[in-house]
């Protein structure tokens, strides 16, 4: 899964990617920094997996990951081509989600492209972008489906479903808050760059990353994502970049000095992971502990696809304990002795935290 991290230039997206993968993505004070984009895989913190390391002390941990790509700033007359504006539209339409990066403080050695921090300007200007971008596709989408209905009038409810859209988005609202058609269901072949779903990252300085909701700027954003149906987190970006250096016990003590239970960073891989509906279930032993990512609801044999086709061609069963059932049992043998390790067939829907042992047939 792919999520762009996006927003206007300077606002620290390249720090931020920097932070979150330890890349070395250039970022540097003017705009236009980022031309292509950068990508980078993060792992997702996940407690149980530890826990699993910890019980099987394995040759290896393998945690589940996500894909970030550091989009170049967009600009105002981004739909037009204006700052590279079609290519970096392009690399956005790319991704699964956006995280859009939103400045969150004032600094005058930070130069921001339009000369002062708002919050909600900038989302503006980002989402106006995304608007006229999406408006274009439509009307050629509603163009193609008229000409398709002079041989088959099916084509027809097409047009006027992309008709009420293009009305829609010339309010300047996105087609994720239209609720007349689904279309994401109805036509899942519609990239649409206001479709995709969207975690604002506030990057605040670090007083501000301290105590968020003492600043105005991150209220302001908080109740824009409300309205939105979106979610806010709180970053430091420049702090971030520092965290990520440090060794896990010495970032747990920098975080305790700032008073916070966890990274902005940390935060906002847990909430991508949310967001895109995934989930992870669990395999150990000596050799290997590991997270697998899937999508909520899918079943055992497509689950054991993910390590190999092989397992869902000749799935038999799983062999399935819960995270909490085996933490409480203390050891496999213990909670297959009280019967904690369940058999599923094909049509078992694998939980978040199942820890599964397939059994095949080659």
Known sequence: MKLGIVGLPNVGKSTLFNAITNAGAESANYPFC????????????????????????PKKTTPAVIEFVDIAGLVKGASKGEGLGNKFLGNIRATDAIVHVVRCFDDDNVIHVEGST??????????????????????????????????DKKFLQEAADFEGLRDWLNDGKSARSYQAVDIAEEYPDCELLTLKPVIYAANLDEDGFSDPHGV?????????????????????????????????????????????????LDRLVKASYTLLGLISYLT??????????????????????????????GFIRAEVVSYEDLMACGTMAAAREKGLIRSEGKEYVVQDGDIILFRFNV
């Open 34 to 57: 980022t031309i292509d984009p950068n990508v980078g895989m993060v792992a997702v913190p996940d407690y149980r997996l530890d826990k699993l390391s910890e019980m099987y002390h």
């Open 118 to 151: 708002d919050p909600i300007r900038d989302i503006d200007t980002i989402d106006l972008e995304l608007v006229m971008a999406d408006l274009e596709m439509v009307e050629r989408r509603i163009d193609k489906a008229k000409k398709a209905a002079k041989g």
């Open 284 to 313: 150990s032993g000596e050799d290997e502990c590991r997270a697998w990512t899937i999508k909520k609801g899918t079943k055992a044999p497509q689950a054991a696809g993910k390590i190999h086709s092989d397992f869902e061609r």
């Open 216 to 264: 105005d700027y991150y209220k302001q954003v908080e109740e824009r994502a409300a309205a939105e149906g979106a979610q806010v987190i709180p970053v430091c970006a420049k702090l971030e970049a520092e965290i990520a250096q440090l060794e896990p016990e010495e970032k747990q003590m920098f975080l305790d000095d700032l008073g916070v239970a966890e990274s902005g």
